[in-house]
């Protein structure tokens, strides 16, 4: 079945500075879309960047265009989430997804 475990989220000062990776088995990984979404405290789950199978196209949502960049490495299996200059509205948990399937999410924070 599909899985998907995601890491690499913590607590961050805001300007800094976090990766995450997330490690998927069950499926095709080299065939599929992927995406990343996140969930704040008390609000809904948002997109956040999306990359196609063979990583040539990337999509951003407008408030993280500029310090976020998604990346996948087909080889391992593995989405990227390189998060930069962050800000205190990014905390949130994030989760990679492929179709309705994603993961338990790790916490980001970003706080003084």
């Known amino acids: 079945q599909v899985q998907l475990v995601e890491s690499g989220g913590g607590l961050v000062q805001p300007g800094g500075s976090l990766r995450l990776s997330c490690v998927a088995s069950g499926f095709t990984f080299r065939s599929s879309n992927m995406k990343w979404f996140r969930q704040a405290p008390g609000k809904g789950l948002e997109w956040v960047s999306t990359?196609?199978?063979?990583?040539?196209?990337?999509y951003y949502i407008d408030s993280v265009k500029g310090r976020f960049t998604i990346s996948r490495d087909n080889a391992k299996n593995t989405l990227y989430l390189q998060m930069n200059n962050l800000k205190s509205e990014d905390t949130a948990v994030y989760y990679c997804?492929?179709?309705?399937?994603r993961g338990q999410g790790t916490q980001v924070t970003v706080s003084s």
């Open positions: 990359i196609g199978s063979d990583g040539s196209n990337t």
């Open positions: 997804a492929m179709n309705t399937a």
